[in-house]
């Protein structure tokens, strides 16, 4: 069983930054694709930004140019770098792991952009 804690939400004013961070627990970590997704209010969740294995990434289009996802094995953690915010960033936050057919999540962060 992995464990995912996310870290580093807030309250943040329009323009301003924030970095996500998830902790995985295990030692399979490098192994895992990982993937930040948030769910904003009456909104279906959506996917924000992913990481493979392999350190490959891609984002959704109204994140691109403005958040970054990273990885670090050693520290069992990925993190999401969020610059430029708005407020229509505003969602709680979560990271998934997926490995073969599973797939684990984390409890999620509140992150609340102001204008």
């Known amino acids: 069983q992995v464990q995912l804690v996310e870290s580093g939400g807030g309250l943040v004013q329009a323009g301003g930054t924030l970095r996500l961070s998830c902790a995985a627990t295990?030692?399979?970590?490098?192994?895992?694709?990982m993937a930040w997704h948030r769910q904003a209010p009456g909104k279906q969740r959506e996917l924000v930004a992913t990481?493979?294995?392999?350190?490959?990434?891609n984002y959704a289009d109204v994140v691109k140019g403005r958040f970054t996802i990273s990885r670090d094995n050693a520290k069992n953690t990925v993190y999401l770098e969020m610059n430029s915010l708005k407020p229509e960033d505003t969602a709680v936050y979560s990271c998934?792991?997926?490995?073969?057919?599973?797939?684990?999540w984390g409890q999620g962060t509140q992150v609340t952009v102001s204008s």
């Open positions: 295990g030692t399979r970590f490098r192994l895992y694709n």
């Open positions: 990481i493979s294995s392999g350190g490959s990434t």
């Open positions: 998934s792991a997926n490995y073969r057919v599973t797939t684990y």
